[in-house]
Nanobody, 120 residues
Framework: QVQVVESGGGLVQPGGSLRLSCAASGSIFSIVAMGWYRQAPGKQRVLVAEITSGGRINYADSVKDRFTISRDNAQNTVYLQMNSLQPEDTAVYYC??????????????WGPGTQVTVSS
């Protein structure tokens, strides 16, 4: 099994910053991609940013130039630096990890989510 745990959420004022972290552990042979999704109240879960093992990065248009995703391959960890946060960024942020487990079977795992609230 693969476990995914996020941390770093919280309450921040508009214009502020937060840094989310996500660590994957367990029976991991290799990781292909790690990413962040978010789900606002009453809305669908949507992609925020993703990064592959080769370093290819994709951002949602709504967060480009404000959010930065980075990854520590050795630690199976992904980060999301969020700057210039706005109330519309308020959501539960979920980390996702895709790869192969020690049986060389593909897996896709989600963390439980971390709440980010942007409010004055």
């Amino acid at each position: 099994q693969v476990q995914v745990v996020e941390s770093g959420g919280g309450l921040v004022q508009p214009g502020g910053s937060l840094r989310l972290s996500c660590a994957a552990s367990g029976s991991i042979f290799s990781i292909v991609a790690m990413g962040w999704y978010r789900q606002a109240p009453g809305k669908q879960r949507v992609l925020v940013a993703e990064i592959t093992s080769g370093g290819r990065i994709n951002y949602a248009d709504s967060v480009k130039d404000r959010f930065t995703i980075s990854r520590d391959n050795a630690q199976n960890t992904v980060y999301l630096q969020m700057n210039s946060l706005q109330p519309e960024d308020t959501a539960v942020y979920y980390c996702t990890v895709d790869g192969k487990d020690n049986r060389l079977i593909d897996f896709g795992s989600w963390g439980p989510g971390t709440q980010v609230t942007v409010s004055s």
